[in-house]
């Protein structure tokens, strides 16, 4: 929980989504957004499960390459925030945005959960640091920890959709680049952490 806890935290591209749909188009739309992006993630959870049970078995040489090219992406991916130049401000974002239904919400949230790489990649890189010998199918030990991430990131996604039109009111002058920049920061952070964690099976 404590090694989820900054990712989910962390304005990202779900966050990005909730709000300017929140703000765009509703609270409605921003919860039904919530609800596509959570399970979206589900998908991340069935691919950890499926790939990376075939690397906790094999040797920790195969486990340590994929946690370099995790760590290596993470702080790709900090980089590219961190070279952000949307200057939109959140007030901007209503009259930029067009408004869609819940339905629609639900589909979109969907594909922005499905095709989060920050997600991906805190799955392959850190979970399975966190299965244990002898405490049951790393399979099992996998599912569980990827939903427990699910319920983690649904409360900081979920206050951001009952919120989003507070958040306008409260900060409207913030940029997008902001919210981008203490992404990466995180980012970085992150990538730090699974350069030096320590595998936990043998």
Not at 48 to 58: E, N
Not at 85 to 100: E, P, Q
Not at 176 to 185: C, F, V
Request: net charge positive.
């Amino acid at each position: 929980m404590a090694a989820c806890l900054p990712l989910v935290l962390a304005p990202g591209p779900s966050v990005a989504y909730i709000l300017t749909t929140t703000l765009t188009s509703g609270r409605r739309a921003g919860l039904s957004g919530v609800a596509g992006v959570e399970l979206g993630y589900v998908a991340h959870v069935i691919a950890a499960v499926a790939g990376i049970s075939a690397v906790i078995a094999a040797s920790s040489t195969a486990f340590t390459v994929v946690k370099m090219v995790g760590a290596g992406y993470l702080i790709w991916l900090g980089i590219k925030a961190w070279r952000s130049r949307d200057n939109t401000r959140l007030r901007d974002l209503r009259a930029a945005g067009t408004t869609v239904n819940p339905r629609e919400a639900f589909q979109r949230g969907l594909l922005v959960g499905v095709l989060n790489p920050k997600t991906a990649v805190f799955f392959l890189s850190f979970l399975p640091q966190f299965v244990q010998v002898g405490a049951g199918p790393a399979w099992l030990q996998m599912s569980a920890l990827g939903l427990v991430f699910i319920a983690m990131a649904s409360i900081p996604d979920l206050a951001w959709a009952l919120t989003g039109s507070g958040v306008r009111r409260l900060l409207p002058s913030i940029r997008m680049k902001t919210l981008e920049r203490i992404s990466g920061t995180v980012l970085f952070g992150l990538a730090a952490y699974a350069l030096t964690a320590r595998r936990a099976v043998a």
